[in-house]
């Protein structure tokens, strides 16, 4: 490939104080890419924004290759250490009076470039003292193959510039120290040493840093090694790879990650309700009416469930103290396992620690490497770990589309086993699968069905029993759920065959690697279990607050739809979504916005969950307010 090479080259500043440089030299067909990744680096700086964006594309005269130095690291614990070592570095290679050289390095904080000073005299060689000497025109060769990192990779420009420099004719060695408050690794390198990395060179969070470059040669030469250090193109062959990370200042690196965030309407942070949750709760002293809990049947605070978790406790202890499989279970897990089968009408259950591990655990017992797993594309973050975790290949089908899982699942004959997964309900859209289709399908195509009810339970059907109970159709292969929710408790659960259940014993890792829930929330949900049985009357009341919620926002012209008790009221904008949900919020009700990645980004949408203890009037309140706030 002969295609001509070019230098890209970007500088950022603000109010003319330097932001952000780069440069680059990649063959001509990248060159349009690399200058876009570039401005974006500038643009997306966490030093501020600029206001002055100079990219500058050239092609040089010649271009020399140069082998990369070896590179060695050392750690070193303290910046004290870290600076005798470089010294110590400095005189091996014969250089002396090095204890003055390292007091020289205070003059070199204020360059943008580097101190050339002569390694015997300690005279300064480089002709502008206010900027110093800068060595550009320089790129790793491999660079685009490796694309242009979105964050500074302080290695990947060290090594680079370190071996321009002691290609340099004249230099002997240099010392640098970087000038980013967080990154305290900076290194010697020398002609016959090569790169030494020093780990702790300086205080963290000091914003001083420099370079020295030593000469030693005839005065006559010094015009040529400035010039080589300014303009000659240079490419560096076989930089050895340090992993990013390792290379990355890495708390610089989480601080953009933020501001990026940030600048997104992404930022999320925990809030502390200050009294127990229910239809309503306090924040910050204030009474709201929660409109976003989960405890669809208002469960968690009921009295004969709090007390079912109260004896528990004392009769069992608050914690198992042990995984399932070895001293964790304890009659309560046992009992309530009974209870879940009972009621979902299956042989059997089995109780995780969480509902996310129920997804994650079963999905990878039942899949690995060599198979294959049909998944919603608007399936719950647990589902779609648990198809990462299991190895297998993942098909993603259009949302509760089950003429594309159809078609899909027909090209997947040469795998071991097949799965289908889908959420029952689904938890940002709240509408409902297809199960009678759904296992027809999977049927057909000898492929397990496995459904996550985990806002479906205690909601759908008559007496909350879930989609096989609203269809009247049969189980499919696997239903997981959730004690988290309806039931009022904490946990995850799986319902299916005897055989299938004592297969997740045996190879659902975060069911056997966790430590077993406590007494009290596996005692908390068999009472919740108990209640939901002798009182249908709260399901209907939960159905009639969705009809009339629906209603009172079809009456102010909100066109809102659901299948369950989740209400999604699209917003788009994520910035958008927020102040919605922070105005709703001064105003007493707690609505709560949910953006990407929880659903795609631009579909961010204010989320009402509806409970069964909801009064009319604060949803009718809620139902105006909403119609107020989105200019309807
Ligand atoms: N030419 C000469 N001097 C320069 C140049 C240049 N192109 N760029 C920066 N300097 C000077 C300037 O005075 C800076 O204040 C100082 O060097 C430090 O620059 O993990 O990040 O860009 O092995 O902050 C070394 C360790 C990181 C890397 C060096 O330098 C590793 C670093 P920084
Ligand atoms: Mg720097």
Not at 244 to 265: L, N, Q, V, Y
Request: net charge neutral; hydrophobic share 40%; glycine share 8%.
């Amino acid at each position: 490939m002969n295609e001509p090479l070019y230098s890209v080259k970007m500088r950022a500043s603000e109010s003319g104080a330097h932001i952000s440089g780069a440069e680059r030299i990649v063959p001509s067909s990248a060159a349009p890419r690399t200058a876009a990744a570039l401005v974006a680096r500038a643009l997306n700086h966490s030093k501020g924004t600029p206001d002055f964006i100079n990219v500058k594309l050239e092609r040089p005269s010649s271009i020399i290759r140069l082998k990369s130095l070896p590179v060695t690291t050392h750690a070193t614990r303290t910046p004290e250490e870290g600076l005798s070592l470089a010294a110590e570095l400095l005189s091996k290679d014969g250089v002396g009076r090095v204890a003055e050289i390292m007091a020289k390095f205070a003059e070199t904080y204020a360059l943008r470039g580097a101190m050339l000073l002569d390694a015997d005299t300690l005279e300064r060689l480089d002709p502008d003292p206010e900027r110093g000497v800068r060595a550009t025109c320089m790129d790793d060769a491999d660079s685009t193959l490796k694309g242009v990192p979105s964050a500074k990779n302080h290695f990947a420009e060290a090594i680079v510039l370190a071996t321009k420099v002691q290609n340099a004719p004249g230099v002997i060695a240099e010392i640098c120290v970087s000038d980013d408050p967080d990154y305290t690794t900076g290194y010697v390198a020398t002609r016959s040493l090569g790169y030494h990395r020093i780990t702790n060179i300086k205080e963290r969070g000091s914003p001083l840093g420099g370079r020295i470059f030593l000469y030693r040669g005839p005065r006559s030469d010094i015009p040529e090694t400035i010039r080589f250090l300014e303009q000659q193109a240079v490419l560096v062959e076989d930089v050895p790879a340090i992993s990013a990370e390792a290379a990355t200042d890495r708390f610089a690196s989480i601080a953009e990650e933020r501001s990026i965030r940030a600048d997104r309407g992404l930022l999320r942070s925990c809030r502390t309700m200050d009294a127990p949750t229910g239809p309503t709760a306090r924040i910050d002293g204030r009474d709201v009416v929660v409109l976003s809990s989960n405890d669809y049947l208002d469960l968690a605070s009921d009295p004969a469930v709090v007390s079912a978790a109260a004896d528990a406790a004392r009769q069992w202890g608050a914690g198992s103290g042990g995984s399932r499989l070895t001293t964790g279970t304890q009659p309560p897990h046992v009992a309530l396992e009974e209870h879940l089968a009972r009621f979902k009408g299956t042989e059997s259950a089995l109780v995780f620690p969480t509902g996310y591990m129920a997804n994650v655990g079963v999905i990878s017992a039942l899949a690995r490497k060599g198979d294959v797993i049909l998944s919603d594309e608007l399936n719950h973050a647990s589902i779609i770990d648990g198809c990462r975790l299991s190895g297998a290949d993942v098909v993603i089908y259009a949302h509760n589309d089950l003429s594309d899982l159809e078609r899909r699942i027909s090209s997947c004959r040469g795998y071991r086993r097949r799965v289908a997964v889908s959420d029952a309900v689904f938890s940002m859209d709240g509408d409902m699968l297809d199960l009678p289709r759904f296992i027809d399908i999977c049927r057909r195509h000898d492929a397990f069905s496995v459904i996550d009810e985990a806002h479906a339970t205690g909601v759908i059907g008559a007496t909350g029993r879930g989609l096989s109970e609203h269809f009247s159709c049969p189980h499919p292969d696997v239903i997981v759920g959730t004690l988290s929710k309806a039931l009022g408790s904490t946990g995850g659960f799986v319902c299916a065959s005897r055989m299938m259940v004592d297969h997740f014993i045996n190879s659902a890792r975060s069911f056997i690697f966790s430590t077993a829930s406590g007494a009290p929330a596996m005692a908390a949900a068999d009472a919740a279990l108990t209640v939901i049985e002798s009182q249908p009357e709260r399901i209907a009341a939960l159905r009639g607050n969705v009809r009339f919620f629906i209603s009172e926002l079809a009456r102010r012209g909100i066109e809102a739809r659901t299948d369950s008790a989740i209400v999604p009221i699209r917003i788009g904008d994520e910035r958008l979504a927020l102040q919605a949900a922070d105005e709703l919020l001064k105003r007493g009700f707690l609505i709560p916005a949910i953006r990407y990645p929880t659903v795609k980004r631009g579909e961010a949408r204010l989320r009402v969950a509806i409970m069964s203890s909801h009064g009319k009037d604060d949803l009718a309140r809620a139902a105006n307010l909403l119609a107020r706030h989105l200019g309807i």
